[in-house]
């Protein structure tokens, strides 16, 4: 299947020939459905904090980290902010197709854009757009509209068609705007600085891009650190070209270009756990770029990463007991002390064992315990299903017949099976992604995150290049497959904590509006 030339450019992008080949088998067979069991609820795999608990765990997380813990706070960057604007590329693309523009805002389909230009002075970035067309009134005519959307996708203005999300402007203040890279830099003083002050900031982010992070954050960060008492330590890294997956025909062979050369494609947000397995921190906040609020909103997001971060440490605290019980003296341990780990197990951390697990010996039991407590662990906000996409939380059957918390696609749900459709519509709560992660051993050490992802819940979509047809696959995504083997909990947080921007009519949200 692959010459020596391929073989040598696989090699040059640090990948291996045998994940290449594992990539192939995978277009040729597909992905199997995850088995989900029922959705994680209230009371059944999802945790409820009452206010007092989070008042509480505020002030104990405070408390740790005064004694030496060191957070580290993880922001996925790298995304192109055009899906944000789609709207205005189709508006564009009609109007140049000799639409009048006048025309096309009467019509449904471009009721976005009406939206749009009626409320044009509320968006964040609506002063230096005006500078940059030298003033704007009332948007009338056909040419003033587009030269409008123009102004706002190109480099004659804001060039926001082809900028990272991550620096665009999304909020006003008194003061001026701000991107979602500095209102993650607050957040990231409000609650991820260690004893010292230090903030440890960590964006992946798109080479090109990279420069222009540089030298945000550094502006910003002159402002904040004297505003917040706070020293910013932020760094950056980019998807690596050895996480690309290779490209297929409609047939499964490899997809070449003109030149006969191999073709690779990014391999989605779930190549960015190579980027998370080299940070080092005691514990690790993750969050997407677009998930950021004013300031006036800020409080709910700040106590519940606090909530979720010492509930992490509880739990931590726990499990790292039993694992040193576990390792240096199992065969001591009593019927009553092993009846307790395994209740914990399945009743705390919520992972059902295979049906013969039961039957099996006491030193074979120890060993099962040992493996499902010396793991990742990952603490998951969930936000009550209010129709917004994304996944959700799920008890789900693992590889080795075990039942455990898993966030779960939809995509990884056979919805031509009626009992899993069923299951999935019953969701009560969906992924905000809002994770707070412990990736150390109970001796203190670094796990290696790679060990613990599913490969078997990948996605491939179809595409195009050079005006052929091909197939694209992603690798496990960041937050199901890459981490299904990690221990996972699930609480409920508020809503309000959810404030995602999808298209740039999002930024009209009130949640995004200045009082």
């Not at 009134?137 to 804001?158: A, F, Q």
């Not at 980019?238 to 025909?249: H, L, Y």
């Not at 300031?295 to 440490?313: N, W």
Request: proline letters at 5%; charged letters at 25%; a negative charge.
């Amino acid at each position: 299947m692959f010459t020596n030339k391929d073989i040598r450019q696989i090699e040059n992008r640090g990948s291996l020939l045998p994940e290449i080949e594992k990539q192939i088998a995978h277009f040729k067979k597909g992905f199997p459905y995850l088995k989900v069991i029922r959705p994680a609820t209230i009371g059944d795999g999802i945790i409820r904090m009452d206010d007092m608990k989070v008042a509480e765990a505020v002030k104990l997380f405070t408390r740790k980290v005064q004694e030496g813990l060191k957070p580290v706070k993880f922001v996925p960057a790298s995304g192109a902010a055009s899906r944000m604007f789609q709207s205005l590329f189709a508006f564009a693309e009609a109007a140049s197709n000799n639409r009048k523009a006048a025309e096309l805002l009467g019509e449904a389909s471009y009721a976005s854009m009406k939206q749009f230009f009626d409320q044009l002075p509320n968006f964040a970035f609506y002063t230096k757009l005006a500078v940059a067309l030298g003033g704007i009134e009332t948007p009338s005519g056909d040419l003033k509209y587009c030269e409008i959307v123009d102004y706002v996708l190109s480099d004659k203005g804001l060039n926001y068609g082809f900028l990272p999300k991550g620096l665009l402007d999304f909020h006003l203040y008194s003061d001026g705007s701000r991107t979602p890279v500095e209102e993650h830099m607050i957040e990231g003083a409000l609650y991820g600085a260690d004893s010292q002050g230090n903030v440890m900031l960590h964006f992946t982010v798109s080479p090109e891009h990279r420069d222009l992070f540089l030298k945000k954050t550094a502006e910003a960060a002159q402002h904040f650190e004297p505003k917040y008492g706070v020293k910013y330590h932020i760094t950056f890294s980019e998807q690596k070209p050895s996480t690309d997956t290779i490209a297929v025909d409609p047939e499964n062979n490899p997809f070449r270009l003109s030149d006969g050369s191999l073709f690779f494609r990014p391999a989605g947000h779930g190549a960015l756990l190579d980027n998370l397995n080299e940070l080092d921190g005691d514990i690790l906040f993750v969050k997407n770029i677009d998930n950021v609020v004013p300031d006036r909103l800020k409080g709910e997001t700040v106590k519940y990463k606090m909530a979720l971060a010492l509930l992490l440490s509880e739990y931590q605290e726990r499990i790292f007991g039993y694992l040193q019980l576990l390792e240096k003296r199992f065969d001591h341990l009593t019927d009553h002390k092993i009846a307790e780990i395994v209740e914990f197990t399945e009743k705390e951390l919520c992972i059902e064992p295979d049906e013969n697990q039961y039957y099996a010996d006491k030193s074979t039991l120890a060993h099962y315990l040992f493996r499902k407590l010396n793991r990742p662990i990952r603490i998951c906000g969930m936000v009550k299903n209010e129709g917004e996409p994304g996944g959700g939380p799920f008890w789900a059957r693992n590889a080795d017949g075990t039942v455990s918390l898993q966030v779960v696609e939809s995509s990884q749900i056979d919805g031509n099976d009626p009992e899993q459709k069923k299951i999935a519509s019953h969701s009560t709560h969906f992924n905000p992604v809002d994770l707070v992660c412990g990736v150390r051993n109970f001796k203190g050490e670094k796990f290696d995150l790679l060990k613990y992802r599913d490969p078997e819940t990948g996605f491939i979509s179809t595409k195009s290049k050079e005006g052929k047809p091909l197939k694209a696959q992603e690798l496990p995504g960041l937050w199901n497959g890459a981490m299904a083997d990690w221990i996972t909990l699930f609480v409920e947080v508020p809503v309000i904590t959810f404030n995602p921007v999808k298209t740039v009519n999002d930024l009209l949200r009130s949640e995004h509006q200045p009082l």
